[in-house]
C-alpha cells in the first residue's frame, strides 16, 4: 500500500490509499506512535512517549503533511506535535495480530533433489561484502548452507559463526571443540554411535535457533551426516494426515536432559504454531523424549502421528547424506531442519556451537529493510 492523500476526521486521521481504499487510524495511536525525537529516541528508536500517564489528547489543531521529509506532523489543543512516518503509516496498513514468525514453506523440500538452487559457497565468498547475506538468505530458503575451502582451525570456525552474531551458550558451553573419545560423554553427539534424526534442545524452553559443525581432524571411516527438511514432512502430514498434524501441533511433548548435577525439562508440539496456523518451529528428539502418558485412545492416537513423523524422517529418500570432511562448515536451521548421523570407527574432532533464533531473525529484518529501502529510492509514493 501506498499513500495517496491524507484526511484528519474526528476519529482519527483518514489515509486514502492508492487503490482507493482507506484506513482511519485513532488519534491515540497517532500520539503512541508519534516519531518526533522527543517522543521516539533517536538512536535507541525507544519509545519516550508515555500516553497512559498523560491527560489524553485528541484534540487536534492542526495536521500539516511534510513531502520532503515524508511525513505527517499532528498539533494538538495542548501545543505539543507528533509525527508520524509515511513508511510506519504503509507499514501498518493492515490490521493483525501480532504474530511469531513463521518458517519459510515456499521451498521447503520433500527430497534433496527439489532443492532448486543448492546451498552451498566457498569461504572467500562468505567472507565477500554480501557473503554474509548470501549466507543467511541459503538457510532461510533451504534451511542449511555449507561453506567450503574454509580454513581447517576451530579459531576461523568461531570468527565465521561471529561474523552473523556471538555464539550462543547452553549447558555444553559457548563454542566448542571435541571429539568422539571422550571417556564420559554427556551426549550420543560425543560417540561414534548412529544418531537418528532430530533437532536440538527439546528440553530448553528457547531450542537454539541455529546450529554450526566444523569436522577439522579425521581419521574414521563412516560417520555420513543427513539432513531432513522437517518443514516439508510438517507440510505434507497436514495435508495428508490432518487429524496427527492437530494432534502434534497442540499436545506438548517433554524433552529432558538428566545429569547428576543437572535436570532440564521443556514441553512443546512437534510443530509449534502462531495464530495464523502457520510452522514457526518444529522441535523433535525421539532420543530426548521424556516419559508422559494421555488418555489411552489419545495416546494411541499420539503414538500414530508420531509414528508417521519418526518415519518419514527415517526415510533414506528424505535425507540429504553428505560426509562432512575438513574445510567444510556446516551451519542448519534448528528450528527447521533435522540432522543425523551414521556410525564410525576410528577418530573424528568437530568444533561448533549455536545461535540464538533471534539473532538469526534479526538479520533477515536487515536484509528485508535493506531491500525495502532501496525500493523506496525507485518509486515515489505519495
Request: aromatic share 10%.
Amino acid at each position: 500500500m501506498s499513500i495517496k492523500s491524507l484526511k484528519p476526521q474526528n476519529d482519527g486521521l483518514n489515509v486514502i490509499w492508492n487503490d482507493g481504499s482507506y484506513e482511519i487510524f485513532p488519534w491515540l495511536w497517532i500520539r503512541d506512535h508519534s516519531e518526533s525525537e522527543k517522543d521516539l529516541h533517536p538512536d535507541s528508536k525507544q519509545r519516550q512517549i508515555d500516553v497512559f500517564s498523560e491527560t489524553p489528547q485528541d484534540s487536534v489543531i492542526e495536521t500539516v503533511v511534510d513531502q520532503n521529509s515524508k511525513k505527517v506532523v499532528i498539533r494538538w489543543a495542548d501545543l505539543t506535535e507528533s509525527s508520524v512516518s509515511f513508511n510506519l503509516l504503509e507499514s501498518m496498513a493492515i490490521t493483525s495480530n501480532p504474530n511469531a514468525q513463521a518458517l519459510n514453506n515456499e521451498t521447503c523440500w520433500n527430497y534433496p533433489s527439489e532443492i532448486k538452487s543448492f546451498p552451498k559457497m566457498t569461504y572467500d565468498d562468505f567472507m565477500s561484502d554480501s557473503g554474509l547475506e548470501k549466507w543467511v538468505m541459503h538457510i532461510q530458503e533451504n534451511g542449511f548452507v555449507l561453506v567450503s575451502d574454509s580454513p581447517v582451525t576451530s579459531q576461523a570456525t568461531k570468527d565465521l559463526m561471529e561474523r552473523m552474531a556471538y555464539v550462543r551458550n547452553s549447558i555444553f558451553g559457548g563454542f566448542s571443540v571435541w571429539d568422539n573419545k571422550l571417556d564420559n560423554p554427556d551426549d550420543t553427539a560425543f560417540t561414534s554411535l548412529a544418531i537418528e534424526p532430530h533437532t536440538d534442545g527439546t528440553y530448553v524452553h528457547d531450542a537454539p535457533g541455529l546450529q554450526t559443525l566444523h569436522c577439522i581432524k579425521k581419521d574414521s571411516v563412516g560417520g555420513e551426516n543427513q539432513l531432513v527438511d522437517g518443514l516439508a514432512i510438517a507440510e505434507k502430514m497436514r495435508k495428508e494426515y490432518p487429524e496427527y498434524f492437530k494432534i502434534l501441533s497442540t499436545i506438548n511433548i517433554p524433552g529432558r536432559y538428566i545429569k547428576t548435577d543437572t535436570y532440564l525439562e521443556a514441553r512443546r508440539p512437534l510443530f509449534r504454531l502462531n495464530d495464523q496456523g502457520m510452522i514457526v518451529q518444529v522441535s523433535f528428539n525421539n532420543h530426548d523424549r521424556a516419559p508422559f502418558r494421555l488418555d489411552n485412545d489419545l495416546m494411541s492416537q499420539f503414538y500414530e502421528a508420531y509414528k508417521i513423523f519418526h518415519n518419514l524422517a527415517n526415510d533414506k529418500s528424505r535425507q540429504f547424506e553428505f560426509m562432512l570432511e575438513p574445510g567444510t562448515v556446516l551451519t542448519f536451521d534448528n528450528w527447521r531442519v533435522l540432522h543425523a548421523r551414521a556410525s564410525l570407527t576410528g577418530y573424528r574432532q568437530l568444533c561448533g556451537g549455536y545461535h540464538n533464533r533471534e539473532d538469526f531473525e534479526s538479520r533477515l529484518r536487515l536484509i528485508s529493510v535493506s531491500y525495502t529501502h532501496l525500493r523506496a529510492h525507485e518509486t515515489d509514493s505519495y
